[in-house]
């Protein structure tokens, strides 16, 4: 056994070892550290706006402020915390690792995507501080082209830079999973971690670039005077939604489809069972990746778009449900007489199958075209995704982050800390965000920061549930600091989890593997009615 | 694998003329009225000459099944695009 | 053949993966700059659908002799690149050094055919919201055929710019003989990006310069 103080690859110290590293272990981290100060801001901002909606009235900021607020919290949450977390920071960490191999494809690319992700928002954070942009994370023309003052294109042009550094994450990923699986490791033998962030870079790859080409499309028209969405020379600002849409629906699946591959890991881990169906959740997650290309125009049922295309795109939206509905089903098959242990992993794991599963039922809701007429840009639609994004991918993060910690720190955080956060942040959200189903189905429009009376009583409870879920989120953050000095050193494995991550000590040496396994079991070989192994102690704080 | 095939200069240089006559075609097409026949040509010959170039120039015709289906990929999704977006456009009242 | 030549990066296990990666790579990375111009010709295409009068009045105040020639320069680069990429495979540094010269002339030629043209659209007044002026109705139309016209084309010549420094530094390496041996997929990679360049001029000549019939 090595001792403690053996080499791994967090040994080097400088600051010059890490700001120019070319470990994709070390790449995570720096990720990880990013995502947490763009998080913090925006998590500032949508504070902001809760305060202010405590009270009918607006009067705590301006319109223009508040339009500002909900901008800054939306570009910043899409962009900068939600699409990269689970892939930049987990994926870059494990990947390699779980496949059997000693690095990504491109290492160097994969640095230089961390410094466009931070140029871009470095580029975000400076249009914000020199006053601001009102138009919403989704940029709608004619507004963001014409009307708009502030700074739209520095804005943009952050969004467009950090884009291109998650295209480069996904072209990265894509070939490390096709060409540097270790000998023996047949697709049907990955981790359904790896086959859904594979399903993530296929849409980071083929979405993204539309998203640049149209954000360079308004920036074009608002610094030129002249463009394609300018509707006094005859072009369409509906236009620009559907380029805008073709992204961003698929952005969603880039968001979510790495949260369910967690989930996957940690359903089986902590049921000491083999997953249920691992062919349908490996084929369902390529089937949200590409079903998720066609549905785009359930953002614009009420745009002008044409009925028969609506009809067209509502249909689709009913079936891209299906593979997801097919992976909860799945999870929920694996946990039936499993040997289920409560760690703090499985709770945020559990929390997710509940959470996501109302996330995506409202989901369908908005799907229906009539439905969605009366709820499209009110409260439920804010509720909708909240619950999916939230409820779903950040507590799915949170669960990875938690099981893989021991793995890439060599520390054990406290137990009933992680149990005792994850409860809190499972109350918190639900407060939150539960009354705002029912004030988006009352009426309550969204981006507004002014209501009638009769509303007050939701927002006040939304807010409160926000002062829990602060809590919930402040926690770990407390308790993976003090645990980088004060937790228990972890052993390789401290879950027995199944899985060549874990074969390598922890924290790993810089090249993971001494030398590369030969992989000849299926994944999630638990033994069948084992006894569950001894959990490690909860750490007492 | 690409890297492997090596063409022989003859081949490069009939594929090159053969765009060369393509790209006269083009430009003589062009000075025909087809009615709206002339967009259909000349993207059907302009569809020729980048296959040519994606087949030979770019080793592809010589390469595996997953290259190809690398090279098609980002042609087949902007088809999607394409098409997902027309189908508003054509059938608005 | 110098030792470094042989020996493959620390992530992968042999040469032959990090080839394979490398030139899959190239592809993905080209796959993107397919869905990049394609959210122009998708405004293109819902433009020229609703305004094909305007278009091809347009298109026809283009003059096809400065396309055309432009659209034979890229195949003849594209011609002198295949040759370059071969002359790597077999070794051949003199000759790649050669053929990308070759290719970076074609290229530069290209771009001083364009910057003529742009001048010539300038003078006449084609220019959207700067200098444009239209006769007839439907300005607002034709102006929108001139938006795309010169972001595509502006685009593209960005395109063409990244790819004549990329084949600058590769010739330069090639030059010092860093790309022999194994190295070749250097050339090969530079080669797929600077023929993609030409695809899309291949589509933007007839698109933008032969709408309708002259």
């Known amino acids: 056994m090595k001792a403690a103080t053996a080499e791994n690859y967090l040994s080097e110290h400088s600051v010059s070892s890490w700001l120019l590293t070319t470990d994709h272990k070390r790449i995570g981290i720096l990720y990880l550290l990013s995502i947490i100060v763009y998080f913090a801001i925006a998590a500032v901002a949508a504070a902001l706006m809760r305060i202010e909606l405590l009270t009918p009235p607006a009067d705590l900021v301006s319109a223009e402020t508040y339009n500002k607020l909900f901008t800054l919290h939306g570009v910043l949450m899409v962009w900068f915390f939600l699409i990269p977390s689970i892939p930049a920071v987990l994926g870059n960490f494990v990947i390699p690792m779980m496949i059997g191999a000693r690095d990504v494809a491109f290492p160097k690319l994969n640095l230089l995507s961390w410094y466009l992700f931070n140029i871009g928002g470095l580029c975000a954070l400076y249009a914000v501080v020199w006053g601001g942009v009102d138009t919403g994370w ?8 014409t009307y708009a003052n502030g700074h739209v294109v520095t804005m943009i042009m952050g969004v467009f830079i950090a884009g291109f550094g998650s295209i480069l994450t996904g072209l990265n990923f894509i070939i490390t999973i096709h060409k540097m699986r270790a000998p023996g490791m047949t697709w049907f033998r990955l981790p359904l971690f790896i086959w859904s962030l594979y399903a993530t870079s296929l849409i980071l790859v083929l979405a993204t670039p539309v998203l640049a080409i149209t954000l360079l499309a308004i920036s074009v028209e608002r610094l030129w005077g002249v463009g394609i969405f300018d509707p006094t020379l005859g072009g369409d600002p509906v236009l620009f939604q559907h380029m805008f849409w073709f992204y961003s629906h698929p952005a969603v699946y880039i968001m979510i489809l790495p949260g369910m591959g967690v989930i996957s890991e940690l359903i089986t881990c902590f049921s000491r069972k083999k997953i249920f169906g691992y062919h349908f959740v490996a084929f369902s997650s390529l089937a949200i990746a590409v079903i998720g290309f066609v549905v785009w125009g359930h953002h614009m049922f009420v745009s002008s778009q044409s009925v028969y295309a609506g009809m067209v795109f509502s249909i689709l939206s009913f079936i891209v449900a299906v593979p997801s509905a097919i992976k909860v089903f799945n999870w929920t098959a694996t946990l039936y007489k499993g040997s289920v242990a409560f760690d703090t992993p499985m709770l945020y794991a559990l929390g997710f199958i509940g959470l996501f599963t109302i996330g995506g039922l409202t989901g369908l809701f908005l799907a229906a075209i009539a439905v969605d007429i009366h709820l499209h840009d009110t409260y439920f639609v804010i509720a909708h995704f909240h619950y999916i994004m939230v409820g779903g991918m950040v507590l799915s993060f949170m669960g990875g982050l938690h099981y893989w910690w021991p793995k890439i720190t060599g520390r054990l955080y406290p137990e009933a800390m992680g149990r005792l956060a994850a409860m809190i942040t499972f109350i918190g959200f639900n407060l939150t965000f539960f009354p705002q189903f029912l004030l988006g189905y009352l009426g309550q429009p969204r981006r507004y920061h002014a209501y009638p009376e009769e509303f007050q009583i939701f927002h006040v409870l939304s807010t409160a549930g926000a002062s829990i879920l602060g809590v919930g989120y402040l926690l770990p953050l407390l308790y993976f600091v003090w645990s980088l000095k004060y937790g228990k050193k972890a052993p390789a494995n401290p879950w027995q989890a199944t899985g060549l991550e874990w074969q390598t000590p922890s924290p790993p040496p810089r090249d993971n593997f001494d030398e590369i396994p030969i992989v000849t079991e299926d994944p999630y070989e638990y033994p069948a009615e084992a006894e569950a192994p001894p959990q490690p102690e909860p750490q007492h704080v | 694998m690409s890297s492997h ?89 | 053949m110098s030792d470094t030549a042989t020996v493959h990066a620390h992530q992968f296990e042999s040469l032959e993966q990090q080839k ?105 007044e084609l220019v959207p919201r700067f200098h444009f002026h239209w006769e007839g109705d439907q300005a607002g139309h034709a102006e929108i055929f001139f938006w795309l016209y010169f972001v595509l084309t502006g685009l593209h010549a960005v395109h063409v710019t990244i790819g004549v420094i990329i084949l600058s530094v590769v010739a330069v390496l090639a030059a010092r003989g860093k790309l022999s041996g194994e190295k070749h997929i250097t050339a090969e990679i530079t080669g797929l990006y600077w023929h993609f360049v030409d695809i899309v001029w291949v589509f933007l000549f007839p698109l933008l310069y032969l709408i309708g019939h002259r």
Request: glycine share 8%; aromatic share 18%.
């Open chain 1, 138 to 145: 989704t940029f709608y023309t004619p507004y963001s082209t």
């Open chain 3, 20 to 124: 394979e990666a490398d030139v899959l790579g190239m592809w993905t990375f080209l796959a993107t700059e397919v869905l990049f111009f394609g959210g122009l010709i998708m405004c293109y295409t819902f433009a020229r659908l609703h305004f094909p009068q305007a278009f091809e009045a347009a298109s026809h105040r283009l003059y096809v002799g400065y396309g055309g020639p432009n659209t034979a320069i890229l195949l003849c680069s594209s011609f002198t690149m295949a040759l370059a990429v071969r002359a790597a495979q077999l070794g051949r540094q003199k000759a790649l050094v050669r053929f990308l010269i070759a290719t970076i002339v074609f290229g530069l030629g290209f771009l001083v055919v364009k910057g003529f043209e742009y001048h010539t659209d300038y003078v006449e």
């Open chain 2, 5 to 93: 095939t090596i063409l022989p200069t003859k081949t490069y240089l009939v594929i090159f003329l053969l765009l060369m006559a393509l790209l006269g075609f083009t430009v003589g097409v062009a000075f025909l009225d087809l009615g709206r026949f002339n967009l259909p040509a000349a993207m059907a010959i302009a569809v020729v000459k980048a296959v040519l170039i994606v087949m030979f120039f770019m080793h592809v015709k010589y390469a595996s099944r997953l290259t190809w289906v690398f090279a098609a990929a980002g042609f087949f999704w902007l088809a999607i695009m394409l098409i997902f977006t027309m189908t508003d456009y054509v059938s608005r009242g």
